[in-house]
């Protein structure tokens, strides 16, 4: 079931904004015909594979490549020697802030391997079997070393340290000693111990959360190819070419000039996708060996080496009122960021009370480096962990006050004025009509049955702007082509081709939207953050625009009318100009036709940098059944309300909120990473590491809420993001209700729920 | 001001200052703090009036009732 409810000042008569029309990727996926990254091939390409480190960490003493350079069919091996020591520089050139010194050794290793899976040396040969054969034949000599890899033990001062140079950010005074606790954020307001010791109610706990992949279904994959004069191409798969092209020249100390990346079709990322890994070396190997090298990562190696999010401990302490005025919130938050600095705590901190207006409250977070791979963003990063935490806390506060846990929250609830626990005042947010659309829901009145829990949880994300460009070029049939640089990773080809058709006034199937490499197109940042449809999307609402101002141009030339008495409307160029008469009106159609005679070819390209993302918000209802004997608990219903701001295509916004919802209930169900003594990781394949499938999941019901965003053209804001923030603890307060045991360790696998029912029966 | 730049200010987390843009804000903020003018160029996003701008500097804030410095935002 699917609702769009709008306010009653939301109403804006679009002609094609809000349809459904089918995606224009759509066949090609379906049909097999659509290229991802491992599809390309050039002629003469080498294969190219990773000797990782099979030891958490340890000191890299030697490695002796000649064996495997002498093997028959063996044309290039890099090692970290190959690459340029960068100094360390943080760049803003992706979707956040990265450290490229860091980003380079993560790459490949220098001196040290800091996680299981490292790469330390590269090799690209005639065939895969060679490239294989060749990797066994490097010998790298290392010196083991202590790991650690929880995030508490990390931060003991008796824990192995895995940088020198780390001394704790954001502490007075600055430690003398290096440690794992790169950095301590904290947002604050108030007076928090007091308001707590005045609270005539508090609740506490301490919640914990396992490191998840993002477990997109493509691996990383690339060709590169560099010519002898230093120009490179790539071709990959990612959320951002221009992304791997800024990073791969930082990496190699190349010009961004220098090389040209074409995307590939994107067989997901969710965040995982903002960094880098196999391009540098890729480009590497090319350089040596004179040919293009195709890279293409086993399942195996995207577990072991690519980014999962942070495992973490969430400690929240809750005050309130007795009538339900919540009063007091002190969060801790302790994130793993793996090999490097750089975990999500910093916007866990942020958005871990916004859905909330309370008066005094203190947030810490503390981001541990750990012997795992390095992070990488995915979706809301660090959100959907504070989420767990902060909402499981919300709701034992409800059950102890004896309220409705959404009554609770909409007395309590962030709405316009209200300023948020991060800084700014909320304005245009629509928090409480989403909590009201769930209470009014008819899932909320269905009675439950025995074994059965029923759980609710908010979430908050911020929604981001930034850097784009597109570019709108008119036919000579008066059909368009809609030019953007960002990788369509949700469904935004379909939202750009919508767009761009409300502004022209013509059928959406007459726009062909098209993703161009960096060569093609103006910069746009990547395709991250629930970013483009709103940004990129304003970059194709302002091109189409100025296309219809040089469209009227043409229009009041050959009419010979000032251009102010020239209206476009339904696709048409009409005289206002009441002295000319009844002068038939200028189809589209009929002026590209006569481009040639009126100025030349229609197109027009425009950047921007998008200011004014709205907040999400969201809030998701989920029932679950558990069996008492073999622990496993089965999701019965799910429903989903969402703050959309205005939904451009409304299919690919239910198809965000469904998609993140069951990325959500498989984190707070099964998947984690898991370690053994030595730090390996023991689940690294799909069938160990557990996502859902169609069949773990009930049809999952939506509700979009239609608050627009004034700072877009039609409304838009980001909608990718915030589902995938409540259903850890949606699911996790079913489940506890369900057993009558409050569930704070996720995931929530059977083997869990039976030992919390065996304890229970004694 | 949010985030890191209490390190700058010495936890100093609001003060008044006379600036019609966001480049003013940041002149101004260097020249009371050093280095944490530069710090938000670099670093931080401005919310004028609750709306958040990542890169802001010609931002007219000269009728904005609130200004906040935040961490910049990314995502996935």
């Not at chain 1, 824990?159 to 954001?170: E, K, Q, R, W």
């Not at chain 2, 710090?39 to 919310?47: I, K, L, P």
């Amino acid at each position: 079931m699917s609702d769009v409810l709008d306010r009653p000042d939301a109403k804006a008569g679009f002609a094609t904004v809000g349809t459904r029309p089918v995606r224009p990727d759509g066949v090609d996926k379906v049909t097999g015909r659509a290229a991802f990254g491992a599809d390309f091939a050039m002629p003469g390409q080498l294969t190219g594979r990773v000797k990782r480190s099979p030891h958490a960490h340890a000191r890299i003493v030697s490695i002796d490549a000649r064996k495997a350079l002498a093997l028959p069919g063996v044309k290039a091996v890099v090692t970290g020697a190959d690459f340029p020591d960068l100094a360390s520089e943080i760049v803003e050139g992706g979707e956040a802030a990265s450290n490229m010194r860091d980003m380079a050794v993560n790459v490949i290793a220098r001196d040290k391997v800091l996680y299981e899976g490292h790469a330390v040396a590269a090799v690209a040969a005639v065939s895969a079997a060679i490239a294989e054969e060749a990797l066994d034949l490097i010998e790298v000599k290392y010196e083991p070393l202590a790991h650690v890899i929880d995030v508490e033990a990390a931060m003991a001062s008796s824990a192995p340290v895995l940088h020198d140079h780390i001394f704790t950010d954001g502490v007075d005074p600055k430690p003398t000693l290096p440690s794992n606790i790169a950095k301590r954020h904290q947002f604050a307001r108030g007076d928090v111990e007091a308001a707590l010791a005045a609270a005539e109610v508090r609740v506490e706990g301490r919640y914990t959360t396992k490191a998840v992949h993002q477990g997109y279904i493509e691996p990383h994959a690339c060709v590169a190819s560099m010519s002898a004069d230093g120009q490179a191409q790539i071709w990959s798969s990612s959320q951002g070419h221009f992304m791997v092209r800024a990073y791969s020249a930082k990496i190699l100390g190349l010009d961004i000039s220098d090389i040209r990346v074409t995307p590939a079709e994107i067989g997901g990322g969710f965040g995982g996708k903002t960094v880098i890994y196999l391009e540098p070396l890729a480009l590497a190997l090319s350089r040596q060996a004179g040919a293009p090298v195709k890279m293409v990562m086993s399942r195996d190696e995207v577990f072991r080496a690519t980014g999962p999010t942070s495992g973490g401990v969430i400690h929240v302490r809750l005050g309130a009122t007795r009538d339900g005025k919540i009063t007091a919130a002190d969060v801790e938050l302790k994130y793993q960021a793996g090999a490097f600095p750089g975990s999500p705590v910093g916007a866990a901190c942020m958005t871990a009370l916004a859905c909330y207006d309370i008066a005094d409250f203190r947030i810490v977070g503390w981001d541990v480096v750990t012997n795992s791979p390095k992070v990488a963003a995915y979706r809301a990063p660090g959100a959907p962990a504070t989420a767990f935490g902060v909402e499981c806390a919300v709701d034992e506060l409800a059950k102890k006050l004896g309220v409705d846990p959404i009554e609770l929250r909409i007395k309590n609830g962030a709405r316009d004025g209200v300023k948020a626990a991060y800084g700014p005042t909320f304005q245009n947010i629509g928090y409480i009509e989403t909590l009201e659309a769930v209470k009014t829901h008819p899932h909320y009145a269905l009675k439950l049955g025995p074994n059965q829990g029923r759980g609710i949880a908010a979430g908050f994300w911020f929604n981001v702007g930034g850097e784009s460009t597109a570019a709108c070029h008119i036919g000579e049939d008066g059909t368009a082509t809609v030019v953007t640089g960002n990788p369509d990773i949700g469904g935004s080809r379909a939202s750009m081709a919508i767009m761009a058709a409300e502004v022209l006034g013509i059928p959406v199937d007459n726009v062909r939207p098209v993703i161009a490499d960096t060569a093609s197109i103006g910069y746009s940042m990547l395709t991250g953050g629930s970013r483009t449809t709103f940004a990129t999307g304003m970059a194709v609402v302002r091109a189409a625009e100025k296309v219809v101002g040089e469209l009227k141009r043409r229009a009041a030339g050959v009419w010979s009318v000032p251009e102010d008495q020239v209206a476009w409307e339904g696709g048409r160029a009409v005289c206002l100009d009441p002295a000319k008469g009844d002068v038939k009106p200028l189809t589209l159609k009929g002026l590209a036709g006569m481009s040639a005679r009126t100025g030349g070819p229609i197109s027009a390209e425009v950047s921007l940098n998008a200011q004014g993302a709205g907040p999400g918000f969201g809030v998701h209802l989920c029932d679950v059944e558990i069996d008492p004997e073999t622990g496993h608990v089965k999701v019965l219903r799910y429903l989903v309300a969402q703050d959309v701001g205005r939904a451009i295509h409304p299919s690919y916004v239910e198809g965000q909120m469904q998609g993140g919802a069951a990325q959500g209930v498989g984190w707070a169900l099964n998947e984690e990473y898991v370690f053994d003594a030595d730090g390996k990781m023991e689940n690294a394949g799909f069938l160990d590491y557990r996502v859902p499938v169609a069949s773990d999941l009930p049809m999952i019901d939506t509700v979009m809420i239609e608050v627009p965003n004034p700072r877009h053209p039609f409304g838009a804001k980001g909608v990718g993001e915030v589902p995938i923030v409540p259903p850890l603890a949606a699911v996790a307060i079913a489940v506890s209700e369900a057993v009558g045991v409050r569930m704070k360790d996720l995931p929530l696998s059977p083997p869990k729920i039976r030992a919390v029912l065996d304890a229970k029966a004694g | 001001m949010g985030g890191d730049l209490a390190s700058f200010t010495g936890g100093r987390a609001e003060f008044d200052v006379a600036a019609t843009t966001v480049r003013e804000l940041i002149r101004e903020l260097e020249q009371r703090y050093p280095g944490a003018g530069d710090y938000v160029a670099r670093r931080m996003a401005v919310a004028i009036d609750g709306e958040i701008h990542q890169d802001a500097d010609a931002a007219p804030i000269g009728g904005a009732r609130e200004i906040c410095l935040i961490p910049k935002i990314g995502g996935g």
